[in-house]
């Protein structure tokens, strides 16, 4: 999973950025906001993490231009602020949460986590893995050209986390913790995933030798 990260106090911003890029997530961080923004309309993030006050263009004012122009993204706010008109102002502007400094990371992370889960099952949203592919994240419902590819919960599990960290490796650690909750041998993921590589195009999950499995969209 991909994250845009604005955060303009830069102790704090690289304790972030290398907590979640240990916690698998790829982040592109940024000082300034029309940097963000910018990047923003040049690569395609799954969460934004902003902060409030940040120079040039403040978080406030970036979602609420990326609203304007239909982007959905998630987004989560990093604020001292403890106000409830701007709290208001937050949820009003379009953010999912926030989260109020000083913050644990572990809670962070947690957020991420919820905040990218409710942004699927909220938006019903109809994911394509390739041509005439289709995964219904809402219904859990796979199909190639109309017709419905019968899939176990495992399956599904293992399909639902791929799609949400698209484009990055997705680990035996992050099968465990993800879908099974404790340690499983990876020998039984691979048993898993294979099963559900069969009922597949060969092209959608790949194999990163000694690292994972990947659907790059």
Not at 79 to 86: E, K
Not at 87 to 114: A, H, M, N, S, T
Not at 150 to 178: A, C, H, P, T, Y
Request: include cysteine; proline fraction near 2%.
């Amino acid at each position: 999973m991909k994250i845009l990260l604005l955060e303009d106090e830069y102790s704090l911003r690289l304790s972030i950025k290398e907590f979640l890029e240990d916690c698998n997530y790829a982040v592109d961080d940024f000082a300034d906001g029309l940097e963000a923004y910018d990047a923003i309309y040049s690569k395609s993030y799954d969460l934004l993490l902003l902060d409030v006050n940040v120079p040039s263009m403040d978080g406030f004012a970036l979602l609420q231009a990326i609203r304007k122009d239909e982007n959905k993204t998630p987004a989560i706010f990093l604020t001292s602020m403890v106000d409830m008109q701007n709290l208001q102002e937050g949820y009003k502007k379009g953010c999912c949460d926030y989260i109020r400094k000083p913050f644990d990371l572990v809670e962070l992370e947690l957020r991420i986590k919820q905040a990218v889960k409710s942004f699927y099952l909220q938006n019903d949203e109809i994911i394509a893995l390739g041509e005439d592919v289709h995964y219904d994240m809402l219904s859990g419902k796979l199909t190639q050209s109309g017709k419905e590819i019968v899939l176990r919960k495992i399956e599904k599990d293992i399909l639902e986390l791929l799609i949400k960290n698209k484009n990055i490796v997705v680990s035996m650690q992050m099968f465990q913790e993800g879908i099974w909750g404790d340690y499983v041998e990876p020998a039984t993921i691979r048993v898993q995933v294979n099963n559900l590589k069969q009922k597949l195009p060969e092209s959608i999950i790949q194999n990163r030798r000694g690292m994972g499995y990947i659907i790059e969209r």
